[in-house]
């Protein structure tokens, strides 16, 4: 069901380069916000499988905890516990290569996003670059405004930056 609408996102894709110029851009955002409910869809629809496997794989191990014959110390000629904690590392492994991915999933979804915003933002910059020179604004005003965007991207940048550098100090404090 999920996979249809994909196909039927990448369908409204090519049908909104068809679209009247005049309508294109709304028509791009209303797909864009579609592609990206329907990335978060994908990502709901993983936590609740991995949550019911998760569900039934316990449930499983209950069972097989409550059907298991225990004897007294008695009965038995010695006495052992069976613990396997490698696979209860393994285990643990795998769900964190899971959330992993997910987080991954989630990075990839937010920066294709980030794209068409920037691809929108571009053609709007344009826009009222070509208007302010109909307009006749000075050329003094003009280069305060790409100045003021070279300023806004150093401080992203540099936010990025910041916020990896503590990502990596709770990564190190933690491990």
Known sequence: MIDRIVSNCDRLDILVHKEH????AAAKYK?????????????????????RYRREEDERQREELMSRSFTTNAAASETSL???????????????????????GS???ILDNMRDQRSTLKGAHKKILDVANTL?????????IERRTTQDKFILYGGMILICIVMFLLWRYFS
């Open 21 to 24: 110029p005049s309508h294109r």
């Open 31 to 51: 797909l864009d916000q579609l592609k990206y409910d329907c990335q978060h869809l994908q990502a709901s629809m993983r936590q609740i499988q991995h949550g």
């Open 82 to 104: 069976y613990m396997d904690y490698s696979l209860k590392h393994h285990s643990q492994l795998q769900n964190t290569n899971s959330e992993m991915d997910n987080l991954i």
């Open 107 to 109: 990075g990839t979804s």
């Open 136 to 144: 006749g604004l000075s050329n003094t005003v003009m280069r305060l």
